[in-house]
């Protein structure tokens, strides 16, 4: 059983916006925070943002600070990535992640707390 589903991305010329959308059961969504991680050809993988169901906790990586907005829906289950301003450094694999605690983003290495992971989404910004 699929627990998260993501959808959106595409392609999209430097400073265009695309929006990353994220499915996940009401169990996941209330229990966990919900987030992106994103991964470029040949490098790491790195935290994006993340958000918890309830109250405004948010992370945001500092390179994607000011241009990227992440938000819920808890009516629909749905966690959302605004993107604007997209550079072609943001070009990657955009993975949606479920992690109980938000260190999870914060902290290096904290993707090992990720419980449920997505199936990817290629975002790809040309210049």
């Known amino acids: 059983e699929v627990q998260v589903v993501e959808s959106g991305g595409g392609s999209v010329q430097a400073g265009g916006s695309l929006r990353l959308s994220c499915a996940a059961s009401?169990?996941?969504?209330?229990?966990?925070?919900m987030g992106w991680f994103r991964q470029a050809p040949g490098k790491e993988r790195e935290a994006v943002a993340a958000?918890?169901?309830?109250?405004?906790?948010?992370y945001y990586a500092p390179s994607v600070k000011g241009r990227f907005t992440v938000s819920r829906d808890n009516a629909n289950n749905t966690v959302y990535l605004q993107m604007n301003s997209l550079k072609v450094e943001d070009t990657g694999i955009y993975y949606c992640?479920?992690?109980?605690?938000?260190?999870?983003?914060?902290?290096?290495?904290?993707?090992?707390?990720?419980?449920?992971w997505g199936q990817g989404s290629q975002v790809t910004v040309s210049s």
């Open positions: 009401t169990s996941i969504l209330k229990t966990n925070y």
């Open positions: 992640a479920a992690a109980p605690v938000l260190s999870a983003w914060s902290t290096r290495a904290g993707s090992n707390a990720v419980l449920y």
């Open positions: 958000i918890f169901a309830f109250g405004e906790t948010t």
